[in-house]
């Protein structure tokens, strides 16, 4: 049977894939480390759950509209208003089914054969399949490691061609964890303004930022910004619900409209008792976000100190999300592999830990840790990883 062409040039995602192996070798009785997953340790908090249970013995188990819950949209609107200070309409916000179909879905609407899409390099790993799945051609932009892995507006200005459509802005990113500054996203912004760009902008880690830093949406900044971007978010990081599958996009209502046409033909509608728990994750209390966002920063302020102790490596200590991204290029070279992409399947097969090789994310240098699991099981993955490094060495 022939697949059609367009997911036969799909490159498998790295990240389900490791965690995939490190469950067959779990069950399999080894006793694996996973730093690989993308989602917070933490159960979905009890009022969120309670809310969605009395959805169901209420009988809210039927189709809700395509977009969502009007409820919702009204519980998203609210809290944009209160975050970043934005208004929007009900019509100019669909809720999605998680913040990942919410970017399929846009640019399923947005792209034509042959647009093109500006990504920054590190990428999250799905932004470039779901591109080409569009019928776009990624056009990558490297963000390097001197800059905090973040592209420059020149950057983006020479990038740009007659067929640019859109610039992918993810600030706190996946995978690198670093945050965009309001001077940054202003110069990016003004580049998009002059061009008539796109700007889609992931903000699904604006929950979890650290040491003082500040979530900038490029939407805040100014009127004629916020009518450029495409503001994708949800609440899987935010409020540890990743199951749920609740997403959302805001922005222009002829995009918007146009996104939830489509979704009618594809998913009907998201889950309707997780938009009622969605409801009450935006409209009950937050201290549950503070305390896991405080949470994370603890184990990032420990197990940093003691990654960059390891033989071989550096790392950026991270401004948000829950990802550290070291450089082990020199680490893979005094443990004999040939690339990094051979460093992590050593790291998982003889030192039983899980990462996640940078090759997947553009920067095949490096790795990805997720710090998303306790403080004990981290550090003693840093010392598996330690160990290992210094026996290769002798």
Same mark, same amino acid.
């Given at each position: ?101 919410? &970017?399929?879905? +846009?640019? @399923? #609407?947005? /792209?034509?054969? %042959?647009?093109?899409? $500006?990504?920054?390099?590190? !990428? ?60 940054? &996203?202003?110069? +990016?912004? @003004? #580049?998009? /303004?002059?061009? %008539?760009?796109?700007? $889609?902008?992931?903000?699904? !880690? ?189």
């Amino acid at each position: 049977m022939q697949l059609a062409k367009r997911v036969r040039s799909l490159t498998p995602s790295s990240t389900l894939a490791i965690t995939a192996k490190a469950k067959e070798m779990k069950e399999a009785g080894h006793d694996v480390i996973g730093l690989g997953a993308g989602e917070p340790d933490f159960n979905t908090p009890q009022h969120i759950i309670d809310a969605a249970v009395s959805s169901m013995n209420e009988g809210h188990t039927k189709y809700t509209p395509s977009g969502g819950l009007p409820a919702l949209k009204k519980a998203i609107a609210s809290k944009l208003k209160e975050d970043q200070g934005l208004d929007y309409a009900l019509n100019e916000i669909i809720v999605t089914n998680g913040a990942k179909h919410g &970017l399929y879905t +846009l640019f @399923q #609407v947005i /792209l034509d054969q %042959g647009d093109e899409v $500006i990504i920054p390099i590190p !990428y999250w790993v799905s932004y470039p399949e779901q591109v080409k799945l569009a019928g776009g051609v990624p056009v990558y932009v490297e963000g390097s490691e001197t800059n905090g892995f973040k592209i420059t507006a020149e950057q983006l200005r020479n990038a740009v061609t007659s067929n640019t459509r859109a610039v992918i802005i993810n600030s706190p990113s996946n995978p690198t964890g670093m945050v965009y500054s309001r001077e940054e &996203l202003e110069a +990016l912004g @003004q #580049v998009c /303004l002059e061009h %008539g760009i796109l700007i $889609i902008s992931d903000e699904i !880690y604006e929950k979890l930022i650290y040491s003082g830093n500040r979530h900038v949406s490029v939407a805040e900044i100014s009127p004629e910004l916020k009518r450029q971007t495409i503001l994708i978010n949800g609440v899987s990081k935010s409020h540890s619900m990743t199951g749920w599958r609740i997403g959302y996009a805001a922005g222009d209502r002829v995009i918007i409209n146009a996104m939830t046409d489509l979704a009618s033909h594809s998913t009907s509608n998201p889950t309707t008792t997780a938009q009622y728990g969605t409801i009450a994750a935006y409209t009950g209390s937050q201290q549950p976000v503070e305390e896991m966002r405080q949470a994370f920063e603890e184990r990032l302020d420990i197990i940093f100190e003691k990654l960059t102790e390891i033989p071989g490596l550096s790392c950026i200590k991270p401004q948000g999300a829950f990802y550290l991204f070291p450089n082990v290029k020199e680490a893979s070279a005094l443990t004999g592999c040939k690339n990094v992409d051979e460093f992590a399947e050593l790291l998982l097969t003889e030192a039983r830990v899980a990462v996640i090789p940078g090759s997947g994310f553009g920067a095949p240098d490096y790795i990805r840790l997720s710090y998303a699991t306790s403080l004990e099981q981290l550090e003693t993955a840093i010392e598996r990883i330690k160990q290992f490094v210094m026996s290769k060495m002798k």
